[in-house]
């Protein structure tokens, strides 16, 4: 009989186990009620709607003979893997397209893909440069670079991004990109 007793007590859903009172269970069961937190998670979700996290635009700048445009993500989170991509279009003849990139645009940053490949690749006076080489009047160049934020940024990076013919600087197009934890 005492094993009925205790069988049914184990099985029994209205006991609590010892010292957890009715104050400790009230207060468990309806958190999800409580107005604040769901006005925190209606107040993020309706962000999110509305595009304010991974928001993209496309910065554009023209000078020398040549238009710079770059598309990218404006807000990343850490550790995430986004895509930029680069368009020059030339109105003159450039004997040597160079787009080079500040270091502090890319600072903990790794750049998984860089297509078309650059004929050269160096880093000088604070850039890295890419030369892909001549390019006649009316065309256009395209390039996709790939990627992924370190989790050591916070805030994220500002730097500026130029094209070259060869050394002369032809324009210039200041870039940023947030980065949340």
């Not at 500040?102 to 000088?124: F, G």
Request: proline letters at 4%; glycine letters at 12%.
């Amino acid at each position: 009989m005492a094993e009925a007793q205790a069988a049914g007590a184990i099985g029994s859903s209205s006991r609590t186990p010892d010292g957890i009172g009715g104050r400790h269970i009230e207060r468990g069961q309806a958190w999800w009620l409580n107005p604040i937190g769901l006005a925190v998670l209606a107040t993020l979700v309706g962000l999110a709607l509305l595009g304010v996290f991974g928001r993209e635009h496309t910065l554009s700048a023209g000078g020398g003979g040549v238009t710079l445009s770059v598309h990218q993500p404006q807000l990343l989170r850490s550790g995430e893997f986004f895509e930029t991509q680069v368009r020059v279009e030339v109105s003159t003849t450039v004997e040597d397209l160079v787009i080079a990139v500040d270091t502090s645009l890319w600072r903990d940053m790794t750049v998984n893909t860089y297509i078309p490949a650059a004929s050269e690749e160096s880093s000088e006076d604070g850039a890295y440069r890419f030369a892909f080489g001549p390019m006649e009047a009316g065309t256009t160049f395209e390039a996709k670079i790939d990627l992924q934020v370190n989790p050591d940024i916070v805030g994220g990076n500002r730097g500026v991004i130029r094209v070259y013919d060869g050394e002369r600087l032809l324009v210039e197009l200041p870039a940023d990109i947030g980065v949340l934890p």
